[in-house]
């Protein structure tokens, strides 16, 4: 009997000189595959380069499982002069490899599975830093080579970026979705159906929103935004690999932060924090009550999670006040519409 698997894919990718994998790209991810698929998959190394051959057995063992989506990936990837390569994951395991991390990545941005779904323990361990060019990923080393090679043919290589992670409209571009500059969102980033980022907005691996909503500001690694919720341009929302320690952050629905504001605690639902106002764990906040009167000083981390609040700053004394939130971010359903 075969025991169930937790994700699979026959992916296509890069190498460098020495065969070492830079990136990969899966079609068509496969979160809790069926026992006939895991059967007809086999059991891949998940790192090694598939031959032709193997990719037309592995075509056949698929089509003859009535596994037809996966069957066609690998009739592709045989026709391909690319790398190949096939995943098996049996558990939730912290990723060993290029292929397998990208895997995770893609699970993510496919809407699979949501962040904080899936371990990636290591992960920065595992990737290696790229160059991003018009020609493709290219190891850092190799990329002098490349540059002269595209001069001496009157072409001039263009480098995007050099980083660990892709763009993630190169690999996946889910439905429903607008992106301005789409070089601000990482793959690994989960977008809902509805989410709109704007030119200035920044969506990291491993975070996202659940949709639909307005993003001008920055969602960092680990960081979730609820359903219509609204980040007001130049805002930023503290990640827990830059400064926010083992506190997730997240931002509830119907929120709305602030151009220039930012959050190093998660909010409740239908919270308010203003225009250039930094809320950090420790920040000291006066509690007002219905009628305005001072209720008590508290640091903002215990009013972490808490729903209906308006954070603000008391333009009189300097200090940070907060109050019940009696309105509710709506978004303009219009400028929202993405069909």
């Known amino acids: 009997m075969n025991h169930a698997a937790y994700a699979l ?3 296509l990718g890069t190498q460098n000189s020495s065969g070492e994998w830079l990136e990969v790209f899966f079609p068509h991810p496969v979160l809790s595959p069926s026992s006939e698929l895991v059967a007809a998959f086999g059991a891949p190394d998940n790192t ?6 193997q990719l037309l057995a592995l075509e056949a063992a698929l089509a003859a499982a009535g596994q037809t989506e996966q069957a066609q990936i690998a009739a592709h990837l045989a026709s391909s002069q690319a790398p190949a390569v096939a995943v098996l994951l049996q558990e939730d395991a912290a990723p060993g490899s290029v292929p397998e991390a990208y895997l995770k990545l893609h699970l993510l941005s496919h809407r699979r599975v949501k962040p904080h779904g899936t371990n990636l323990q290591g992960l ?3 990737l290696p830093n790229v160059a991003w060019t018009s020609e493709g990923a290219i190891d850092i080393s190799e990329l002098p080579a490349r540059q002269l090679a595209a001069r001496l043919r009157g072409d001039t ?3 995007s970026c050099v980083d660990k992670f892709p763009k993630m409209t190169n690999y996946v571009v889910p439905t429903g979705v607008r992106i301005a500059h789409t070089a601000r969102v990482r793959l690994g980033a989960y977008l809902g159906e509805g989410t709109t980022i704007m030119h200035e907005g920044f ?3 491993n975070a996202g929103t659940d949709g639909p909503g307005m993003i001008e500001g920055r969602i960092s690694a680990g960081v979730t935004v609820g359903s219509g919720s609204d980040l007001g341009g130049g805002c930023s929302t503290m990640g827990t690999l830059s400064g926010g320690g083992n506190i997730i952050i997240s931002v509830g629905r119907e929120c709305l932060i602030g151009a220039n504001a930012g959050i190093g605690i998660p909010l409740g639902d239908r919270c308010t924090v203003e225009a250039g106002l930094f809320v950090t764990a420790g920040t000291k906040v006066v509690v007002l009550d219905a009628d305005g009167h001072a209720v008590e000083t508290l640091k903002a981390r215990e009013l972490a999670g808490k729903s209906g609040l308006l954070f603000r700053r008391n333009s009189a004394t300097g200090a940070v006040e907060c109050l019940t939130n009696r309105t509710a971010v709506e978004l303009n359903a219009e400028l929202h519409a993405h069909n």
């Open 9 to 11: 894919g026959l992916g």
């Open 124 to 126: 920065f361990a595992i």
């Open 48 to 53: 090694g380069t598939l031959s032709r051959e």
């Open 157 to 159: 290589l263009e480098v």
């Open 203 to 205: 969506v990291n691996f």
